[in-house]
């Protein structure tokens, strides 16, 4: 989980929030230290950033990973683009009915009497619309709800691109200890191909046997290569995220064996409010509610105006001109329009709804996930692993001196390392669960977080 892979226990996916909550992400405020101090208190920020200046000679640490991805991951950038273009149309909503200016002549070119300009009439006018019901403060309101719409999706994506870091630098720890455990197999199967061949030249052991342990040496040294295949791959994988094509790290480093005790689940689901997607979801429900709004303003009708000076030449006398226009019926051609944004209205309304449910049973599916995984893990730790261990030395010791069989030793070999392995998957299945957790709730999975649970309000917030 975030919290549990850096010196805080701040969540990183809060980290992201503040930076999206601010204002609209823009790539040259993220390559500024000022930025980051305006958004994150102090303290946080010298826990995070200062103990690390000295780069990566020590290897990769997730806030790390994570801060260079902000900068560069190319998915953020759209978001500035995209912020640039509502701003125009907020000054162009902001804008009210233009004026015109009309010239019109009348009476000339005829005939008879009309034959020339001696009896024409000139007119000059200004004419604009009078917008009633509150329009322009209706597409005022419109584009800002988009606006809040976006800032929103920014989050998601900042939020859906830590879950992808996160998840990715948990399968780097998790690479590496398998790596470590491959590696001691590898040796292990050496160490024991080599006892074999001493015992087979002095007739303690048979032929087949040898073969047996070349040939599990063999499938070992593969395994070997392929964690390392492996690791090597999610590395470049990881520094793809901010556009590096050759990674300048060697070693993820995290703990993959640490977890704290967690909230329980009630108070877990409170903080779903805050998950962006609901968050998405609430502010598509506010746009369709203004578009509502928009669409009702239109049923006022706006009035067209004109107000001008006319030109009589035949009397050189001059006049004032004025003309207001209404359309007709325009209440009962709107009410379609009212009708279909209704609708809308009304199915994010049921979203909404629908989407608390499913993330209900996604938050609770991974709360209990986590909770067998991480029970599954302490008990391999605790009782399975240190008896195996017991059990291989027994083994290996009866072996030595001929009261078990070649094949008695290697399946205890081979159910220790069995229980090692799944000691891998179950850590980093429990870390998997709680990083997705704290996808849905935006908040670390510790207690000393929540008020509610801890005595020392306020710490944290």
Do not use: C
């Not at 004419?127 to 009633?132: A, D, G, I, K, Q």
């Not at 040939?215 to 390392?228: D, G, I, K, R, T």
């Amino acid at each position: 989980m975030l919290y549990q892979l850096v010196p805080d226990k701040l969540s990183l996916y809060s980290l992201a929030l503040r930076y999206s909550k601010a204002s609209v992400i823009k790539i040259s405020d993220f390559k500024s230290k000022k930025f980051l101090l305006l958004q994150l208190p102090l303290a946080v920020f010298l826990s995070w950033f200062l103990p690390h200046a000295h780069g990566e000679e020590e290897g990769l640490v997730l806030h790390n990973a994570i801060e260079r991805s902000l900068q560069h991951h190319p998915s953020l950038q759209v978001f500035t683009l995209r912020d640039q273009a509502l701003s125009a149309s907020l000054s162009r909503a902001k804008m009210r009915p233009a004026l015109g200016l009309d010239l019109s002549a009348e009476n000339f070119a005829g005939s008879g009497e009309l034959s020339g300009v001696d009896g024409a009439e000139f007119t000059i006018a200004l004419s604009s619309v009078l917008e009633m019901g509150g329009k322009r403060q209706a597409r005022i309101g419109t584009v800002a709800s988009r606006k809040a719409l976006l800032q929103t999706e920014q989050q998601v994506q900042a939020l859906a691109l830590l879950g992808n870091i996160t998840r990715l630098f948990i399968d780097g720890l998790a690479a590496q200890e398998r790596l470590k455990l491959a590696q001691q197999v590898h040796q292990q199967a050496l160490k024991t191909l080599g006892d074999l061949k001493l015992r087979a030249k002095a007739g303690a052991a048979p032929a087949a046997e040898v073969l047996r342990a070349r040939s599990a040496a063999a499938q070992a040294e593969l395994s070997y290569l392929n964690e390392q295949q492996q690791l090597n791959y999610l590395r470049h994988a990881m520094a793809a995220f901010w556009l590096e094509r050759k990674p300048k790290f060697e070693v993820f480093k995290g703990d993959l064996y640490h977890f704290d005790d967690d909230v329980d689940f009630d108070t877990l689901f409170q903080g779903v409010k805050n998950n962006p997607s609901m968050l998405v979801l609430a502010a598509n429900e506010r746009l369709s509610e203004a578009k509502l709004r928009l669409a009702k303003t239109q049923s006022r009708i706006d009035m067209q105006w004109s107000v001008g000076l006319r030109q009589l030449q035949e009397s050189s006398d001059t006049a004032l001109v004025a003309q207001i226009s209404v359309p007709l019926f325009a209440d009962k051609r709107n009410q379609y329009n009212i009708a279909q944004t209704q609708s809308q209205y009304q199915q994010d309304q049921i979203a909404k709804e629908l989407a608390l449910l499913n993330i209900h049973t996604q938050l609770y599916r991974a709360f209990n996930l986590r909770q067998q995984a991480i029970e599954r893990t302490r008990r391999l730790q605790q009782v399975i692993i240190p008896a195996l261990t017991e059990a291989l030395a027994a083994t290996e010791l009866a072996y030595q001196r001929g009261r078990y069989r070649y094949l008695d030793y290697v399946g205890a070999l081979q159910e220790l390392q069995q229980a090692q392995r799944a000691l891998i998957d179950s850590a980093s299945s429990a870390l998997h669960y709680g990083a997705e957790i704290e996808q849905l709730t935006t908040a670390p999975l510790s207690q000393g977080f929540y008020p509610i649970n801890n005595q020392t309000e306020g710490a944290e917030s």
